[in-house]
């Protein structure tokens, strides 16, 4: 079975400063990874995904995660936050071969002027 | 935009009631699942489609049910409505392969107060 933590239920930064949202997994297998946002009143975006390539993945609006099997951690960072970053942002496993997506509770971004 | 949608957006339903959420899944994909996102939670699994057949259930009783047409567009029904049931419903599509699943895209979702 697999699952997933957030550490953090709410993220406070400042417009132009570095973002951190930190997600560590539990999986039987070797993890497919992601990170999805949601906004207020919106589905759920895919920022980007990990399926064993690289550990350090882009994804999209200049976010970046890298994945650390050693620590069973997948962060999600962003050198400079911008307003739009508010949201509600989920990290996901999900094992390679299985129908399930497993969620977190997710983060709530938000940013200051 | 994903190209997954969802009807209605809004709903309200009275405790027993019945409803159906719809859901039709972006082209090419052969794989509908339904989550429910209770508020301030994460979305929680409730059951995949494939080829009409489901094809895996997470922990919902059986009164939620659901339906793939050869389209690959599905329904979720939820028969007895109960005041928790209240939640955002949310359709995902995929592509099966021989190996796995493409990435889900999922719908803007099903906004559903029972009352």
């Known amino acids: 079975a697999q699952s997933v933590t957030q550490l953090d239920s709410h993220v406070s930064v400042s417009e132009g400063t570095p973002v951190l949202l930190r997600c560590n997994y539990s999986?039987?297998?070797?993890?497919?990874l992601f990170w999805y946002v949601q906004h207020p009143n919106k589905g759920l975006q895919l920022l980007l995904k990990?399926?064993?390539?690289?550990?350090l993945v882009k994804g999209i609006n200049g976010f970046e995660a890298e994945f650390k099997k050693s620590e069973t951690s997948f962060h999600l960072t962003k050198p400079s936050a911008h307003m739009s970053d508010a949201a509600e942002y989920f990290c996901?496993?999900?094992?390679?071969?299985?129908?399930?997506?497993?969620f977190g509770a997710g983060t709530t971004v938000t940013v200051r002027a | 935009e994903t190209g997954v949608t969802q009807s209605p957006t809004h709903l309200i339903k009275t405790r027993g009631q019945q409803v159906t959420l719809r859901c039709s899944s972006q082209s090419g994909h052969n794989t509908v699942s339904w989550y429910q996102q209770a508020l301030g939670q994460g979305p929680q699994f409730i059951f995949q489609y494939y080829r009409e057949e489901e094809n895996g259930r997470g922990n919902f009783p059986p009164r939620f049910s659901g339906l793939q047409f050869p389209n690959y567009s599905s329904e979720l029904n939820v028969n007895a409505l109960e005041l928790d049931d209240s939640a955002l419903y949310l359709c995902?599509?995929?592509?099966?392969?021989?190996?796995?699943?493409?990435?889900?895209?999922f719908g803007q979702g099903t906004r559903l107060t029972v009352v």
């Open positions: 995902a599509s995929s592509y099966r392969t021989g190996t796995g699943y493409t990435e889900a895209f």
């Open positions: 999986s039987s297998y070797s993890p497919s």
């Open positions: 990990y399926t064993s390539a690289a550990t």
């Open positions: 996901v496993v999900s094992d390679p071969n299985d129908y399930k997506l497993s």
